[in-house]
C-alpha cells in the first residue's frame, strides 16, 4: 500500500499532467471560446446574420477584408454596436475570472484545477494583449495613428498586462511560478504550434472565397 507521502507525490504529479494537457490545448479552445462568443452574440443581437457570413475557423474571428465588409454592409449601424457588445463580453469574461482565481486564492494558499482553469480563461486575454502590442511594435511607423484608432484596446490591454503581472508576482508562490514557467508556458508554446500550424488548418480551415 502507498503512504501518505507517495500518495501527495503521486496527487502532485497527477496534477502537473492535468496541468499540462489543459495548457496544451490553450489555443484550441481560446479560439473555439471566442467563435461561441462571438455566434452566440450574433443570435441574441442579430438574429444571425453574422452566422450567415462568418467562417467557423480555427482563428475564432471574422477574417480578412471582405468578411468585415460584408458584416458591415450586413449590420449598418449596427455593426459598431456588435463589436462592441462582443469585445465588453470578453472583457468581462476576463474580469470575473480574474476576480475569482484572487477570491479563491485567499482560502486556496496551493493552486487547485478550478483555479488553473480560472487562470487559464484569464490568459487568453493576456495573450490577446501580448498580440496587440506586437502589432503596435510592428506598425511602430505608424503608431499614433494605430494609438488613436484603438484607445479603448490600447487601454483595457495595458490593464490585462498590469493584473497579468501582478497575479504572476504577488499571488503565486514559488512552486506555482515553477508550473507555469515550466509546465504551463512549454505546453502553451507547444499548443500554438499544435494548432496553428497543423490541426486548425484542417479541420477548420479559412474559407476565403
Request: glycine letters at 4%; a neutral charge; zero cysteines.
Given at each position: 500500500m502507498l503512504g501518505l507521502k507517495d500518495k501527495i507525490q503521486l496527487s502532485k504529479s497527477r496534477n502537473l499532467m492535468i496541468v499540462f494537457f489543459m495548457f496544451l490545448l490553450f489555443f484550441p479552445i481560446k479560439t473555439q471560446f471566442y467563435n461561441l462568443i462571438l455566434i452566440s452574440s450574433d443570435y441574441l443581437l442579430t438574429s444571425g446574420k453574422i452566422t450567415q457570413i462568418y467562417n467557423y475557423n480555427y482563428l475564432g474571428q471574422l477574417i480578412g477584408c471582405s468578411e468585415l465588409n460584408e458584416a458591415r454592409l450586413s449590420l449598418?449601424?449596427?455593426?459598431?454596436?456588435?463589436?462592441l457588445y462582443v469585445r465588453l463580453t470578453h472583457y468581462t469574461i476576463a474580469l470575473i475570472s480574474v476576480l475569482l482565481f484572487l477570491k479563491r486564492r485567499k482560502n486556496h494558499p496551493?493552486?487547485?484545477i478550478l483555479d488553473w482553469i480560472l487562470l487559464m480563461i484569464f490568459c487568453f486575454?493576456?495573450?490577446?494583449?501580448?498580440e496587440y502590442?506586437?502589432?503596435?511594435?510592428?506598425?511602430?511607423s505608424d503608431v499614433i495613428s494605430y494609438f488613436n484608432a484603438t484607445k479603448l484596446s490600447?487601454?483595457?490591454?495595458?490593464?490585462w498586462l498590469f493584473i497579468g503581472l501582478y497575479v504572476l508576482f504577488f499571488k503565486l508562490q514559488s512552486s506555482d511560478k515553477f508550473q507555469v514557467f515550466f509546465i504551463a508556458l512549454p505546453a502553451?508554446?507547444?499548443?500554438?504550434f499544435f494548432w496553428f500550424l497543423y490541426l486548425?488548418?484542417?479541420?477548420?480551415?479559412?474559407d476565403m472565397s
Open positions: 449598418g449601424d449596427n455593426f459598431s454596436s456588435f463589436n496551493n493552486l487547485k486575454f493576456v495573450v490577446d494583449a501580448l502590442f506586437a502589432n503596435m511594435i510592428y506598425n511602430f490600447f487601454i483595457v490591454n495595458i490593464l502553451t508554446i507547444l499548443s500554438f486548425g488548418p484542417r479541420i477548420l480551415p479559412l
